[in-house]
């Protein structure tokens, strides 16, 4: 089974912009870059038959070896999640970048939970009523289809769009991304250990 990353260069500029004020578009890249990291290192450690970076832009140190970089290509976030799921061999997981404290039992689970029999897919919603992780047992062109991006109903219609699909779903445990500086207080003291979490409480006692 595939692990999928779907994720942003972290430049200053163009990642994790909400994050901003408090955090200088610096400071935000630091914060992407560390939750990036520490995502690839638990999909490397979760012991998946390869890991995929559907990545938009161009991979950096914090990319460990091993890791397969696709393009994220470019369209909708639906094109570009379809294009991504294209280099899947078989089944898969997916998730992004805003889930640092997903670790790689996490990933496990997931993988367990889509490996049983009778389940089609996987799904983990988020706090803020979005989506985390998705999970196929085999890659369906329209899964994306028609489901809109950050509104509050958005982890809602794509559990309503994989069930139109036939596909039998089953709820991973809820999390939160990191979107706004609470949320990046919030998450690092979830996960003290992880670099998220360091690069969070340098940039916190400035």
């Known amino acids: 089974m595939d692990i999928i990353v779907i994720a942003k260069q972290p430049v200053p500029g163009r990642v994790k912009t909400r994050l901003c004020p408090p955090c200088s578009p610096a400071d935000a890249a630091a914060v ?26 161009r991979p950096g140190p914090w990319c460990p070896p091993g890791v397969r970089v696709v393009d994220q290509g470019r369209g909708s ?10 280099h899947a061999a078989g089944p898969a997981v997916q998730i992004g970048m805003d889930t640092p404290q997903v670790g790689p039992r996490d990933l496990v689970g997931a993988i367990t939970v889509l490996s049983t029999p009778g389940v089609d897919a996987v799904l983990g919603p988020a706090k803020d009523g ?17 489901v809109p991006t950050s509104t509050p109903d958005t982890g809602a219609r794509q559990a309503h769009r994989l069930a139109a699909l036939g596909l039998r779903t089953r709820l991973l445990p809820c999390r ?14 979830d996960a003290p250990g992880t670099s998220f979490a360091a690069t969070v409480r340098r940039l916190a006692v400035r």
């Not at 979005?130 to 028609?146: E, Q, Y």
């Open 32 to 57: 992407a870059e560390a939750a990036l990291a520490d995502t690839l290192d638990a999909a490397c450690a979760a012991g998946a038959d390869r890991v995929v970076l559907a990545l938009d832009g």
């Open 130 to 146: 979005g989506w985390w992780g998705l999970g196929l047992r085999r890659r369906h062109p329209l899964a994306f289809v028609g």
């Open 176 to 189: 939160r991304d990191v979107d706004t500086w609470p949320d990046a207080l919030a998450v690092a003291a």
């Open 77 to 86: 976030l639906a094109d570009r999640l379809a294009a991504a799921w294209a």
